[in-house]
């Protein structure tokens, strides 16, 4: 199967200070990475689209500043959480997608960071 | 924006019975679903997938219905274990770009 890790597993960091968290495909290339924040006891939801070589497609009301995403390569996207603030606790898990072609092919999740700002 | 939803927000099972999840879905044209496993800490998990030319598919001890007419599809766990305990998430095709939208997902806690 296709495995996605992401590291940190938890962090937790001071209010407005930056975290970066970073999101690997170990055995296969993901055109596409998707990010997605939850809050506790809630469903995904969608922050930003990833492309690998492009910048990042951003959903309505996540700010594309504060969230900033890099997808340098085939394998690593990573996502910086700058000057974090205690609204931004939550569980941010990444996806990849082999081709990104077609829009069904299967997403591989990674197993989550919990962010915890003080 | 979201094109689907849960039924109900969490289930009780006994060991041993078969667990039925639902999952309605608003966009006719929806051809693609997929159900995830969340256990509590973790990323989501594949379970089964289903394309809208096919009413049933199954899977190892799962199996998935779709029902076109009602918009509606069920993910039903035969013989529910411990480890069976988790978030359930129902997932489709956004109408507008394709990328997921999620269900609200249910709870599925297993008595022993």
């Known amino acids: 199967g296709a495995v996605v890790s992401q590291h940190p597993s938890r962090v937790i960091c001071k209010s407005g200070t930056s975290v970066k968290i970073e999101c690997r495909s170990l055995?296969?290339?993901?055109?596409?990475m998707f990010w997605y924040r939850q809050f506790p006891k809630q469903s995904l939801m969608l922050m930003a689209t990833?492309?690998?070589?492009?910048?990042?497609?951003?959903e309505q009301g996540v700010e594309k500043d504060k969230f900033l995403i890099n997808h340098a390569s085939l394998t690593l996207s990573t996502l910086t959480v700058t000057s974090a603030h205690p609204e931004d606790s939550s569980f941010y898990i990444c996806?990849?997608?082999?081709?990104?072609?077609?829009?069904?092919?299967?997403?591989?999740f990674g197993p989550g960071t919990r962010l915890t700002v003080l | 924006g979201e094109s689907v939803g849960l039924h109900l927000p969490t289930l009780s099972v006994q060991e041993g019975d078969n667990s039925i999840i639902n999952c309605a879905y608003s966009?006719?044209?929806?051809?693609?679903f997929i159900w995830y496993k969340q256990e509590s800490g973790k990323g989501p998990q594949f379970i089964i997938d289903?394309?809208?030319?096919?009413d049933k598919r199954q899977g190892q001890r799962v199996t998935v219905l779709l029902n076109k007419t009602v918009k509606h599809l069920s993910l039903q766990i035969a013989a529910t274990q411990p480890g069976d305990s988790a978030v359930y998430f129902c997932?489709?095709?956004?109408?507008?770009?394709?990328?997921?939208?999620f269900g609200a997902g249910t709870t599925v806690t297993v008595r022993a």
């Open positions: 990833s492309n690998e070589g492009s910048k990042a497609t951003y």
């Open positions: 289903i394309r809208s030319n096919m």
């Open positions: 966009n006719s044209a929806s051809d693609y």
């Open positions: 996806s990849g997608q082999r081709t990104g072609i077609v829009a069904t092919d299967t997403q591989y």
């Open positions: 997932a489709g095709p956004r109408s507008n770009d394709y990328k997921l939208s």
């Open positions: 055995d296969f290339q993901a055109t596409t």
